[in-house]
C-alpha cells in the first residue's frame, strides 16, 4: 500500500512534494515500483514491512512472514485483554505457502525470533511504540489524552462554514452545554437548519421548523429525542439558543433541554441518552444547512438550508451559567481568544 504513491510519482516523473501549502511533509516511507514493470524476475527491493493496528502486529522479511493477534477487531467493548508478551506467534514461510496455512513456529523458533526482534526495530523507527490496546477509547481525544484542533471551552461559527470533522469543533459530549444562534427571521417564519453535527446513525442539530426552534439528539440511529420550542421564532432579529443540561455521573448519559428566545424560556423536553465517544468518522458539523446524511428525517440534506438569515452559531461547553443570553461583547471576547 504504502508503495503506491512513490510508484505513481516516479512514473509520472514527479518529484516527492517536500512542502504542501506550506507545511513541511514527513518523508513517504514506500518503494517505488517502477523498477518491476519491465523486469518481473528483478529482486525485491522493498524486503522488510511491518504491520500494527489496535495491537494486532506482524512483520515480512524476504518471504517470511510473522504475526499474532492480540485482540478481534470488531469486538471493541469488554473482554480481557492479554499482555503483549502473552501474544502467540504465527510464523510462515511464503516461498511455499503464500495462504499462511503451515504455522512453523514451533519448527523454526530462530527465525520466529529474528522477525520478531525486526519488528520491535521497525516499531521504533516508525514510532508504533508504546502500543496502546485500547479502542474506543482511542477515538475520542479526550479519554485518549491526545490533543484536540481546538481548545476552549467555547467556539463561534458562522454560515458558510460546513464540514467541519467532529475533532475541528468543541466536545459536547458526556457534559452540559449550550448552542445559541443570532438568526434574522421573516415574516414568513423560518425553516432549515441552524447547526447540526453527525448524521442518521448519532448527532444532533439545532433547527426550526413550522418557524418552531427545535433540538434533536440522535443516538446511534436508535432513538432519537426532540425537543421544540411552544412557539414559532418571532420574527426580526433574536437569539435562539438550547442549553442542555447532563445528568451527570458517567458516560453516555441524558440530560434536560431548555429552549429560549433572547433569553426567555421558549420549551424543554429530555435528552434520554446520548453517545460518549464519537458521532461519525465521515459526518460533519455543518451551518445554515446539514451534509451527508441527516441526523433526524424532519428534513433533507437537500431541503436543509435555513431560510431565515444566520448572523452566528455559538457552542459553550460546561454548567449553564443561568444568563441565557450572549451579549455583543461576551461575543466579541471569545472570537477575540480564537485569534
Ligand atoms: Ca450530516
Known sequence: ?????????????????????????????????????????????????????????????????????????????????????????????????????????SQNPEMLSKLQRLWLIEAVKYNVLPMDDRTAERISPEAAGRPTLIRGS??????????????????????????????????AGADGVIIAQGGRFGGWALYAKGGRATFVYNVLGIQEFAVEADRAIPEGTHQVRMEFAYDGGGLAKGGDVTLYYDGEAAGAGRVG????????ADETTDIGYESGTTVTSDYTADGSRFTGKIHWVQIDLGPDDNDHFIDPEERLRIAIARQ
Open 1 to 105: 500500500m504504502i508503495d503506491v504513491a512513490p510508484t505513481i510519482l516516479e512514473a509520472a516523473g514527479l518529484p516527492e512534494p517536500t512542502i504542501v501549502n506550506g507545511v513541511l511533509q514527513s518523508p513517504m516511507e514506500g518503494t517505488s515500483m517502477v523498477y518491476a514493470f519491465n523486469d518481473a524476475a528483478s529482486p525485491e527491493r522493498h524486503d522488510l514491512q511491518y504491520f500494527e493496528m489496535f495491537g494486532n502486529r506482524g512483520i515480512y522479511h524476504r518471504g517470511w512472514s510473522a504475526v499474532t493477534k492480540h485482540r478481534t477487531p470488531w469486538i471493541m467493548v469488554g473482554g480481557v485483554m492479554p499482555a503483549f508478551d502473552d501474544d502467540v506467534w504465527e510464523l510462515y514461510d511464503g516461498s511455499g505457502d503464500y495462504s499462511q496455512s503451515r504455522n512453523l513456529a
Open 154 to 187: 467555547s467556539q463561534l461559527f458562522f454560515p458558510g462554514m460546513g464540514r467541519l470533522s467532529e475533532n475541528s469543533v468543541v466536545n459536547i459530549k458526556n457534559k452540559s452545554f449550550s448552542v445559541t444562534a443570532e438568526v434574522a427571521v421573516s415574516g
Open 273 to 280: 441518552a446520548t453517545q460518549p465517544m464519537i458521532f461519525s
